[in-house]
Structures are given as structure tokens and as C-alpha cells.
Nanobody, 124 residues
Framework: QVQLVESGGGSVQAGGSLRLSCAAS????????MGWFRQAPGKEREFVAA????????DYPDSVKGRFTISRNNAENTVYLQMNSLKPEDTAVYYC?????????????????WGQGAQVTVSS
């Protein structure tokens, strides 16, 4: 069982920055690929970023590429999402997720464990 706890959400004006953190329990963190997803009211859960087990591979959709950066610290069992140049359309609940088979993916069904979510609100 893996527990994921997000932190760092909040409210910011357009053009601002936020950094989300996700702390994982357990001793197998480095064996998991990790991802971030988001869900806005009335919309489906959307892929935001993914990172391979040791950070060699990263993946982003075009909507956040160049603005968001995913990283991880395996010694601290933590994955981060640095979000710059935020836009109102980035407003959503952000979730971190762990893929225990260790392969990064852009689909929610490829992830086995999820955090409780962190609200990010970007005002214009």
C-alpha cells in the first residue's frame, strides 16, 4: 500500500508560480513511475506530467510543456511539480499518482495509487 499526500496548492494570479509536492510512504518509491494529473469542475481528469523511476524520462502534454516541470527526490520519497506562467485555465484539483509497474504513462488507468488532491486556483 502506498499513501500519497500532496501539498503546496493555493491561489495565485495569472503569470505567477506554484510548486506542488507529493510525499509518498513506503520503501519502494524509487521503483514507481510518478505522475501528476488535474481535474477541473465538470471536466475529465487530465494528464499533466510524468517522470520515470530515476528521472531520466519526462513527459508533458502540449498544454503545459515549457511551463511545468516535474522532478523527484528518491531519497526523500517526494515528487514535485513546478508550475510557472500559470493561466486561469490551469485552475483545477491536482493529483499525484504512482505507477507501481514502474513505467510512465499519460493515462489515469496506468497508475495504481492516488493522492487526495491539492487545489490550484489561478485568477486573471
Amino acid at each position: 500500500q502506498v499513501q500519497l499526500v500532496e501539498s503546496g496548492g493555493g491561489s495565485v494570479q495569472a503569470g505567477g508560480s506554484l510548486r506542488l509536492s507529493c510525499a509518498a510512504s513506503g520503501r519502494s518509491f524509487s521503483s514507481y513511475a510518478m505522475g501528476w494529473f488535474r481535474q477541473a469542475p465538470g471536466k475529465e481528469r487530465e494528464f499533466v506530467a510524468a517522470i520515470s523511476r530515476y528521472g531520466a524520462r519526462l513527459d508533458y502534454p502540449d498544454s503545459v510543456k515549457g511551463r511545468f516541470t516535474i522532478s523527484r527526490n528518491n531519497a526523500e520519497n517526494t515528487v514535485y511539480l513546478q508550475m510557472n506562467s500559470l493561466k486561469p485555465e490551469d485552475t483545477a484539483v491536482y493529483y499525484c499518482a504512482a505507477a507501481t509497474r514502474g513505467v510512465i504513462g499519460a493515462n489515469f488507468y496506468e497508475y495504481d495509487y492516488w493522492g487526495q488532491g491539492a487545489q490550484v486556483t489561478v485568477s486573471s
